[in-house]
């Protein structure tokens, strides 16, 4: 099993920028999914162990990037660009696989979670 904590939450305007942080020891693809009050958890993005495959949901490219430093055993997802839709609990994510996936049941352990929320 993976400890995975997600850091960097906060309450930002609209148009501002956040930066997640999750910090995970191993091989592992890793994702970012969020989740809203009274929705189901949504992909946000991910990325392979490598960082050489990266996924983005369509609701979030070109404002979110994921990266990794590996030597850190940290994993990323810069927020620019923010709108007040974009406030959930923000989650990572571990899959023991080289591919990375969109589908929530693919990843075998999450953090905590970390709440994002965007003021208009």
């Known amino acids: 099993q993976v400890q995975l904590v997600e850091s960097g939450g906060g309450l930002v305007q609209a148009g501002d920028s956040l930066r997640l942080s999750c910090a995970a020891s191993g091989r592992y693809s890793m994702g970012w999914f969020r989740q809203a009050l009274g929705k189901e958890r949504e992909f946000v993005g991910a990325?392979?162990?490598?960082?050489?495959?990266?996924l983005y949901a369509d609701s979030v490219q070109g404002r979110f990037s994921i990266s990794r430093d590996n030597a850190k055993n940290t994993v990323y997802l810069q927020m620019n660009s923010l709108k007040p839709e974009d406030t959930a609990v923000y989650y990572c994510?571990?899959?023991?696989?080289?591919?990375?996936?969109?589908?929530?049941?693919?990843?075998?352990?999450w953090g905590q979670g970390t709440q994002v929320t965007v003021s208009s």
């Open positions: 994510a571990a899959r023991n696989g080289a591919v990375v996936t969109t589908m929530r049941s693919d990843y075998d352990d």
């Open positions: 990325i392979n162990w490598s960082g050489n495959m990266i």
